[in-house]
């Protein structure tokens, strides 16, 4: 079965800095999807980006951004000019081609003032 | 929002008793997840639904059932529910269109919180 490891259970930055968020995963696969999930204490889950195995390039949408190093198995998430909204759980999950999607464990974010 | 709609979402019921969770979706996507939401574990797979009574198992399905009759609905049985049962409990489904994964990205539901006492 597919693993994906968050080796940072909690993680905290000042407003307006930069954090790297890491996440690693095991798979024998060439193709397949990576994500970035938000969950707030509303509990909601939120897509944060997206990434295709298939793409060199590393996605971005606006303040968030990925390092996704294929060889490495390696997808980190950097969330620049960070905000106090930015404060949530964030997930990194893989998705394979039997459609399931597999989650790392978490990673606790606190955004200081 | 994806129309993704669980019930009951909060829920206390006692041990040995069954339980059903249900998840309706509006969006006529073709798969529909079951996870579970545990402290220090993130979310695992139960049982997932490729189409209309195609159900196959994910990483902690022991314990858990699931049926499909129809594409709108995603139903979660526990047969005799147990206190390691006791979670937060997420329906997902995708927009898989075809033989591959069209965005790849699942809809959450709200999610259902079980106690079981």
């Known amino acids: 079965a597919q693993t994906v490891t968050q080796s940072q259970p909690e993680m905290s930055v000042q407003e307006a800095e930069t954090v790297t968020l890491s996440c690693t995963y095991d798979?024998?696969?060439?193709?397949?999807?990576l994500f970035w999930y938000k969950q707030p204490p509303s509990r909601q889950m939120i897509l944060v980006i997206r990434?295709?195995?298939?793409?060199?390039q590393n996605a971005t949408e606006n303040r968030f951004s990925v390092n996704f190093q294929k060889a490495a198995k390696s997808f980190s998430l950097k969330i620049s000019d960070s905000q106090l909204g930015d404060a949530a759980m964030y997930f990194c999950?893989?998705?394979?081609?039997?459609?399931?999607?597999?989650f790392g464990k978490g990673t606790l974010l606190t955004v200081n003032p | 929002d994806a129309g993704i709609t669980q019930s009951p979402r909060h829920k206390v019921t006692e041990t040995g008793t069954p339980v059903t969770l249900r998840c309706h979706q509006t969006?006529?996507?073709?798969?529909m997840y079951w996870y579970r939401q545990d402290p220090g574990h993130g979310l695992r797979l139960i049982h997932y639904?490729?189409?209309?009574?195609?159900?196959d198992k994910g990483e902690v399905s022991d314990g858990y059932s699931v049926s499909r009759s129809k594409t709108e609905d995603f139903l979660l049985t526990l047969e005799s529910a147990t206190s390691s049962q006791t979670s937060v409990y997420f329906c997902?489904?995708?927009?898989?269109?075809?033989?591959?994964?069209?965005?790849?990205?699942?809809?959450f539901g709200e999610g259902s919180r079980l106690t079981v006492l």
């Open positions: 639904s490729y189409g209309v009574k195609d159900t």
């Open positions: 999950a893989y998705l394979e081609f039997n459609y399931k999607l597999t």
């Open positions: 969006e006529n996507h073709r798969y």
């Open positions: 990434q295709e195995a298939y793409k060199q």
């Open positions: 997902a489904i995708s927009d898989v269109l075809g033989d591959r994964v069209n965005t790849g990205e699942l809809f």
């Open positions: 798979t024998s696969e060439s193709d397949y999807y």
